[in-house]
């Protein structure tokens, strides 16, 4: 994300139309990676594995959940991952399903936020002409100009939960992938035979810098971005299901 904003400000954007992106998105990464892993600390701890609470990690804190490089990756494409939460699935009463759901919940956590984040949005949007205008146009709208300070507070907020809305969705698509070490290689051990699953999981390590070199590479940009419009228009057009909205 942060990449695409300088890449606008190289090719002569304003500043004050490219900056509040820049920090909506340091924002929008540290709190979601953190209710992500979050996420899958409480989904265990309900499950009956209490490492992640003994080890701190139920909290939104971001110190307590960033992984350098896909933070890094995070800010910068919008695809990228937190430092995983300890599960330990000798705690679980049904180890397949409970890991399944265990890493179902970081995703899903997501989406929910993407969703409520996109509502929020577009509310503000159906009662506000300035964040309507400051949404398509930026700061040269005339009328986020002329508009009094607090719309144009009420234009930023929209912006952030924009943001919100993108970054989780992509967040959540992202590790939805059935790779390792993504949350969807743990939801497809529900479906895998032992043998075949732990065979892949030997080599999570070599797959993970695989994975990536693909992600540095622009590999999975196109094709994740097209899933996660998809979606943003399903989303969009529910709220617009909304009368007023």
């Avoid at 090719?11 to 900056?19: C, Q, S, T, W």
């Avoid at 590790?175 to 479906?191: A, E, K, Q, T, V």
């Amino acid at each position: 994300m942060i990449y695409s904003l300088i890449r606008s400000l190289m090719a002569g954007a304003a500043p004050r139309d490219v900056i509040p992106g820049m920090i909506f998105t340091v924002i929008v990464v540290l709190f979601s990676l953190s209710l992500h892993e979050t996420s899958h600390g409480w989904m265990a701890c309900k499950l009956g594995d209490k490492t992640a609470k003994y080890m701190g990690r139920l909290t939104l804190d971001p110190r307590k959940h960033l992984d350098p490089i896909g933070t890094v990756c995070m800010l910068l494409f919008g695809f990228g991952w937190a430092k995983p939460v300890p599960v330990n699935s000798r705690y679980f009463k049904k180890p397949r399903r409970d890991m399944a759901l265990t890493a179902a919940a970081g995703p899903v956590s997501n989406l929910l936020l993407s969703f409520l984040s996109c509502l929020v949005f577009w509310i503000i949007l159906a009662f506000s002409d300035s964040a309507a205008a400051f949404f398509y146009y930026g700061f040269a709208g005339d009328a986020i100009m002329n508009a009094s300070v607090w719309q144009k507070v009420l234009a930023l907020i929209a912006q952030l939960f924009y943001y919100s809305h993108i970054l989780n969705l992509y967040l959540a698509i992202f590790n939805l992938i059935p790779i390792p070490p993504l949350d969807g290689s743990r939801i497809l051990f529900i479906f895998l035979p032992d043998r075949v699953y732990f065979g892949l999981m030997k080599y999570e390590r070599i797959i993970s810098i695989f994975l990536f070199a693909l992600l540095w590479m622009g590999f999975f940009s196109r094709f994740l971005s097209n899933i996660c419009g998809y979606i943003s228009y399903g989303m969009t057009f529910l709220i617009h299901l909304i009368p007023g909205l």
